[in-house]
T-cell receptor
Framework: AQSVTQLDSQVPVFEEAPVELRCNYS??????LFWYVQYPNQGLQLLLK??????LVKGINGFEAEFNKSQTSFHLRKPSVHISDTAEYFC?????????????FGGGTRVLVKP | SAVISQKPSRDICQRGTSLTIQCQVD?????MFWYRQQPGQSLTLIAT?????????ESGFVIDKFPISRPNLTFSTLTVSNMSPEDSSIYLC???????????FGPGTRLTVL
């Protein structure tokens, strides 16, 4: 079975500073990788995804992530954060080609952007 | 991406009662899912809602506690039965966009059980 580890439960960062959220996964088969964001009192919004192709993936709101197969990682980055980026971020995987495409989520990383 | 709505958006319920949550999507989808997010926690899959057949439940979740209906390709309901305070959570539905193998989520239903 696959699993996802988000190494940081909380990340405080100053406005306009860069941020990196770490995500590692384990799986015996190929996976699809996703980052979702949850703003306070809202549902989940898809930030970006890796299904195949280029390992550097660009998403919405200036976020990007890089898939590293050898390190089984999919870290999320943003070069300059805004106050509005304060939210919880979830990394998730699903098995490539598996019937059902069930998602397994990491524990989440809470980002607090300070002025 | 699909537009997904859930009703109710939040509710406060008494112990021992049941609540049915509705999920509506604006296009036909093959697969719908129900997740639970306990306070301060990540998301856990409850079940996959299959149109025309019984839902498929994950380990730790049973049909008697979380009955699910999927009458057509745009709608599903999740019932939380015989509620206890431990059922206080956000319940989210999601749909799978077949062409991109990507799940999109509804806004969630915030349930508080007293």
């Amino acid at each position: 079975a696959q699993s996802v580890t988000q190494l940081d439960s909380q990340v405080p960062v100053f406005e306009e500073a860069p941020v990196e959220l770490r995500c590692n996964y384990s799986s015996s088969v190929s996976v699809y990788l996703f980052w979702y964001v949850q703003y306070p009192n809202q549902g989940l919004q898809l930030l970006l995804k890796y299904l195949s192709g280029s390992t550097l993936v660009k998403g919405i709101n200036g976020f990007e992530a890089e898939f590293n197969k050898s390190q089984t990682s999919f870290h999320l980055r943003k070069p300059s954060v805004h106050i509005s980026d304060t939210a919880e971020y979830f990394c998730a995987v699903s098995l490539w080609g598996a019937a059902g495409n069930k998602l397994t989520f990491g524990g989440g990383t809470r980002v607090l952007v300070k002025p | 991406s699909a537009v997904i709505s859930q009703k109710p958006s939040r509710d406060i319920c008494q112990r021992g009662t049941s609540l049915t949550i509705q999920c509506q999507v604006d296009s036909q989808v093959t697969m719908m899912f129900w997740y639970r997010q306990q306070p301060g926690q990540s998301l856990t899959l409850i079940a996959t809602a299959n149109q025309g057949s019984e839902a498929t439940y994950e380990s730790g979740f049973v049909i008697d506690k979380f009955p699910i209906s999927r009458p057509n390709l745009t709608f599903s309901t999740l019932t939380v039965s015989n509620m206890s305070p431990e059922d206080s959570s956000i319940y989210l539905c999601s749909v799978l966009q077949d062409t991109t193998d990507t799940q999109y989520f509804g806004p969630g239903t915030r349930l508080t059980v007293l």
